[in-house]
Nanobody, 121 residues
Framework: VQLQASGGGLVQPGGSLRLPCAAS????????MGWFRQAPGKEREFVVA????????RYADSVKGRFTISRDKSKNTVFLQMNSLKPEDTAVYYC???????????????WGQGTQVTVSS
């Protein structure tokens, strides 16, 4: 599975962005697609994940109520809708694929190249 994340950019606080992650190759129902992010000088952290088949999700507390993950099976694409963005959301966002609906990087086998999101006025 190869992953291509895009959609990053500069947005003002309170604004929104939508990040797509397109996957090449077949995604089995048991697969999990997730998003992580890494801010400058910080460890990479879990943001959200979705099980491809049934659509069950898991969110980090820091983004609950503001971010939404979804998938379009026909396009083999997972989306991260980010609303009410804050300066602390500034980071490189990575999409990843695994088989466990987990929050650890070790649970994900495939990674995209990352896309920069900057929240600033």
């Amino acid at each position: 599975v190869q992953l291509q994340a895009s959609g990053g950019g500069l947005v003002q606080p309170g604004g929104s962005l939508r990040l797509p992650c397109a996957a090449s190759g077949r995604i089995f129902s048991s697969k999990v697609m997730g998003w992580f992010r890494q801010a400058p000088g910080k460890e990479r952290e879990f943001v959200v994940a979705i099980r491809w088949g049934v659509g069950s999700t898991r969110y980090a507390d820091s983004v609950k109520g503001r971010f939404t993950i979804s998938r379009d099976k026909s396009k083999n694409t997972v989306f991260l809708q980010m609303n009410s963005l804050k300066p602390e959301d500034t980071a490189v966002y990575y999409c990843a694929a695994g088989i466990q609906l987990g929050s650890s990087q070790n649970e994900y086998d495939y990674w995209g190249q990352g896309t920069q999101v900057t929240v600033s006025s």
